[in-house]
């Protein structure tokens, strides 16, 4: 029975004395360059190799580093939005601080916030009519909902826009797990807001938004 790769692969990790015992032979021994062209000593093919693991090691290092920065500048952001809605003083305050926040700073290009529950203020858009599927939709959202769809109803708050829009999130408004209102973010862009993203500040956002609304709405 002829032996297999496998089998030698085993044992020369078995018995890593080998090397030693004949290093002059595995000098000898050459075998094709990883790139093609002239054939290469077995140890400079294993230094090619390392170089290779190497600046996988550094290209996932510099990623993660990178992840690490985009991470800071979202925890500031999110730090500055705090800040300007604990100085809000009523609920127009809120709201526009709200969306100066997200559009300026987070650059999110269309907000648009509809709350229900409370005592209507009709001179604020934000508390148009909004239906039951809609109020059962806010209810469904454990967490923001991020992706290429909305329906006709909460894409028709985002005005004239809304037909260029191909990416959205919804984040629920809640106070003690009830809904009081919905936060739609909108962008042309259809890698803004994707279902794979990860959305714990989106999360975090919306928990800072209910609570500086619910603030002015009690």
């Not at 595995?26 to 190799?49: C, D, K, M, S, Y």
């Not at 991470?71 to 526009?96: P, T």
């Not at 001179?123 to 009519?129: G, I, K, P, V």
């Not at 999130?169 to 209102?181: I, N, S, Y």
Request: charged residues 20%; proline residues 5%; glycine residues 6%.
């Amino acid at each position: 029975m002829p032996i297999q790769s496998p089998d030698v692969a085993t044992w020369l990790k078995a018995n890593p004395n080998f090397f030693e015992e004949y290093a002059d032979l595995v000098a000898e021994i050459f075998i094709p360059h990883p790139h093609g062209g002239r054939a290469i000593p077995i140890a400079e093919r294993q230094i090619l190799t390392l170089r290779e693991k190497n600046k996988l090691i550094e290209n996932k290092l510099a990623e993660l580093l990178q992840f690490g920065e985009e991470n800071d500048q979202i925890g500031d952001k999110v730090h500055q939005l705090s800040m300007a809605l604990l100085q809000a003083r009523d609920l127009s305050g809120v709201l526009a601080t709200l969306n100066y926040h997200l559009q300026e700073h987070f650059r999110v290009p269309h907000v648009a916030v509809r709350l229900w529950g409370s005592e209507v203020d009709e001179t604020l858009s934000e508390f148009a009519q909004v239906s039951h599927e809609v109020q059962q939709l806010a209810h469904s959202l454990g967490m923001p909902y991020c992706g290429p769809y909305v329906t006709d109803e909460v894409s028709a708050w985002l005005g004239e826009s809304s037909a260029r829009l191909k990416s959205f999130a919804q984040v629920a408004l809640k106070t003690d797990d009830a809904p009081f209102g919905l936060l739609v973010l909108a962008c042309e862009d259809a890698q803004r807001f994707y279902p794979e993203m990860g959305t714990l500040y989106l999360a975090r956002i919306g928990e800072l938004a209910s609570a500086a609304l619910a603030r002015c709405l009690d």
